[in-house]
């Protein structure tokens, strides 16, 4: 470069990528938010004729279940994230840094229960451990021969506690990538220094997993707040009332629904989230977290001596609790003629509803709009995780914060502000009653998500490797394709698969955006349930995880045959390299 640096503005990316992308962000997740707070000083839903007023404001705060609501959500969001956040970071340092057994069957059995809907999830520990026709308490009756139920899991502990191993699965995958791009030459370094091992995870390693940790314990602690189907299948008996199922109630347990109390309860929780990203930024500051450069410092596992089987006795037992456990209760339910029966089991249920022509198309639209949204999703955040590392500290704060603007809203919340959002703008109305006003809500819904997947996969990325690209002429969308997909790639697709597990069981989009024609796979599992058919919604839903192991395990090996054909042809490529080379005359140097 003959002495001369680049300026930092001209490796930026191009000013129309990112007018571009300030515009579609301000239209799916800024204006909604707008039309969201014109409907809280509105006497009506937005659309319609209404006057305005500031009694909702005042009206919410003062119902008398808003601020038990309110309490209830914040201590039930806080202690499942801090146990959970504790477990899958352990669980994610002793299979990916360690040499300890079965610590390869510990990302499949998360990835089986991330991929469990939240409200089976929570009927699989209901049809095991309630308190009337459990089977696990009919199980302990039986061969204790006690009348009297072991378990309840229908209480303030039964709901923490599921929730607890339900969102380890969630933080444990958001972390697994940055566990695994730990550099050991930086554990080798502080080793040869004369720190300990332990020493070294916490003076060297916890600092650089900063951000996944606390990127982790905002997305918990945030969609704690937003708990919904487990407060609702094991809270209703001790009358566990939270802000989601308050909101829910203002829609649709008010005649006329309220949806103006519902948006003020909704802006309330984006006020939280809001500081809670401040809080998160004060934490991490300025500080750099780059551990990836031009080449990789290798992996290393730690030899963990004695201690290796007690503790692959604590995981297995983790795992036979938090996964076997109850997505063995629902394949059990599903051969049951109904949950506390324990004859005729058969496979009637399954035959029923594979002959179901609504069923096979719920599964062909639920993996459409899955895999279209999760993409949609991940290359979106990755373009705004990318772009957010060239601004200001505060221009990039805002713009994580806008990114995170969906958090605060539930999925009902969401999908009525898009629809209202759409119905405002000219042009757009077309799109009201159609697969792609759910299609889009849902990608609102899930961008949360694949922003922070995005973050802590990118943000280890030292910024020369795209400088580089970008000086040899290579355009801001080839670089991001060229250097940052390739080398991210393995927490691209893991990112693109969770958001489109988390979008295949969502209800309250589809639910209340309904698209004829259009029904997903939720939407039948839900008319099942409610009709009382508890044992074909389980093997429905058991389809639907055979379905997406399936898919997985498509993809993974789709992903491996492209990673060896790449490894086939760079050896290729230099091996014709070392033969041109040979066959060149030799050429003494000058002097």
């Not at 498509?554 to 066959?583: F, K, M």
């Amino acid at each position: 470069m003959n002495g001369h640096t680049v300026p930092r503005a001209h490796l930026r990316p191009g000013g129309l990528l990112r007018v571009s992308l300030y515009l579609a962000l301000f239209c799916i997740l800024v204006w909604p938010v707008l039309m969201l707070v014109a409907g809280s000083f509105r006497s009506a839903a937005p659309g319609f004729d209404a006057e305005w007023t500031l009694a909702a404001w005042t009206s919410t705060f003062d119902s008398p279940g808003t601020g038990r609501a309110m309490s209830n959500a914040l201590l039930l969001s806080l202690v499942t994230t801090l146990a959970a956040t504790l477990l899958a970071a352990g669980l994610a340092f002793l299979s990916e840094r360690t040499d300890v057994p079965l610590r390869r069957a510990v990302t499949p059995c998360l990835m089986l229960m991330f991929a469990t809907p939240a409200l089976f999830y929570a009927l699989g520990y209901a049809l095991l451990a309630n308190a009337y026709t459990g089977s696990a308490n009919r199980l302990l009756q039986w061969v204790f021969g006690s009348g009297a139920a072991w378990l309840d899991i229908e209480t303030w502990s039964g709901l923490v506690t599921v929730m607890v191993l339900k969102k380890v699965s969630v933080i444990y995958l958001f972390l697994i990538g940055p566990f695994r791009a730990l550099d050991a030459s930086h554990d080798d370094a502080s080793l040869v220094s004369g720190v300990s091992q332990a020493g070294t995870f916490f003076r060297i390693n916890l600092p650089i997993l900063a951000p996944a940790l606390t990127g982790a314990a905002l997305l918990g602690i945030v969609g704690g707040l937003q708990a919904f189907d487990m407060v609702l299948i094991l809270g209703w008996p001790q009358d566990i009332d939270v802000v989601a199922t308050r909101i829910m109630n203002f829609i649709n347990g008010s005649a006329p629904p309220d949806y103006a109390r519902a948006s003020v309860l909704s802006i309330a929780l984006l006020a939280i989230v809001a500081l809670l990203c401040v809080l998160q930024s004060r934490l991490l500051g300025k500080r750099s977290f780059v551990t990836i450069g031009g080449k990789s410092g290798g992996r290393r596992r730690i030899g963990l001596g004695r201690a290796r089987w007690p503790l692959a006795a604590l995981i297995a037992a983790y795992l036979f609790l938090a996964a076997l456990l109850p997505i063995g209760s629902v394949a059990f339910s599903s051969f049951q003629p109904f949950p506390g029966i324990y004859d005729g089991f058969s496979f009637r249920h399954y035959l029923a509803i594979l002959e179901l022509p609504r069923v096979l198309d719920a599964i062909r639209v639920t993996f459409a709009i899955a895999i279209a949204a999760g993409f949609a999703a991940m290359l979106l955040a990755v373009s705004v995780a990318q772009i957010g590392r060239t601004l200001p500290p505060r221009r990039a704060a805002l713009l994580r914060f806008v990114t995170l603007i969906p958090l605060a809203m539930p999925g009902v919340v969401t999908a009525l502000a898009i629809s209202w959002a759409v119905v405002s703008l000219p042009g757009l109305k077309q799109m009201y009653g159609t697969v792609w006003l759910v299609l889009l809500a849902l990608v609102v819904v899930v961008t949360p998500f694949a922003i922070q997947v995005a973050n802590a996969a990118t943000v280890q990325l030292a910024p020369e490797l795209q400088e580089a690209a970008r000086i040899g002429g290579a355009s801001a969308p080839r670089a991001l394709a060229d250097v940052v997909l390739r080398l991210i790639a393995p927490s691209f697709l893991a990112g693109w698969f969770m958001a489109a597990i988390i979008v295949s069981g969502n209800l309250e989009v589809p639910l209340l955006l309904k698209a004829p024609g259009q029904t997903p796979i939720a939407m039948v599992v839900y008319s099942l349930h409610s009709s009382g058919d508890f044992s074909a919604a389980s093997a429905l839903l058991v389809v639907l995880l055979l379905a997406k192991a399936a898919v997985w395990c498509t993809g993974l090996g789709l992903y491996r045959l492209w990673r060896r054909l790449a490894e086939q042809r760079q050896r290729r490529a230099l091996d014709d390299l070392s033969v041109w080379r040979a066959g060149q005359p030799f050429a003494p140097a000058a002097g």
